[in-house]
């Protein structure tokens, strides 16, 4: 019913920057939250920068003052800037929606996953 589609990642120096980008598609009637979400190699999916309806925003303690979160909400996209990557920066990054469809239901919604490897 919803479909979830990222661009933006590869492979990038210590320091070096990225943009990631995400748009949500289908059957959509509102989306009350979108994010980013960052796999490493033997870790757990975590959290990196959500944004929400009205334009707030949360961001892990690790990328804060380097990754800017933002969105287009009449266009169902969500952009992160990435500054400053590190090394540790490195992993599977994966744009999460969140939101009602048209048949008024709730969904959350999971793209496919982008790579971002950061050498040092």
């Known amino acids: 019913q919803v479909q979830v589609v990222e661009s933006g990642g590869g492979l990038v120096q210590a320091g070096g920057s990225l943009r990631l980008s995400c748009a949500a598609s289908?059957?959509?009637?509102?989306?009350?939250?979108m994010g980013w979400y960052r796999q490493a190699p033997g870790k757990q999916r975590e959290l990196v920068a959500r944004?929400?309806?009205?334009?707030?925003?949360d961001y892990a303690d690790s990328v804060k003052g380097r990754f800017t979160i933002s969105g287009d909400n009449a266009k169902n996209t969500v952009y992160l800037q990435m500054n400053s990557l590190k090394p540790e920066d490195t992993g599977v990054y994966y744009c999460?929606?969140?939101?009602?469809?048209?048949?008024?239901?709730?969904?959350?919604?999971w793209g496919q996953g982008t790579q971002v490897t950061v050498s040092s």
């Open positions: 999460n929606v969140v939101g009602h469809t048209t048949t008024v239901r709730a969904y959350v919604a």
């Open positions: 289908g059957m959509i009637f509102s989306t009350n939250a």
């Open positions: 944004i929400v309806t009205g334009g707030g925003t």
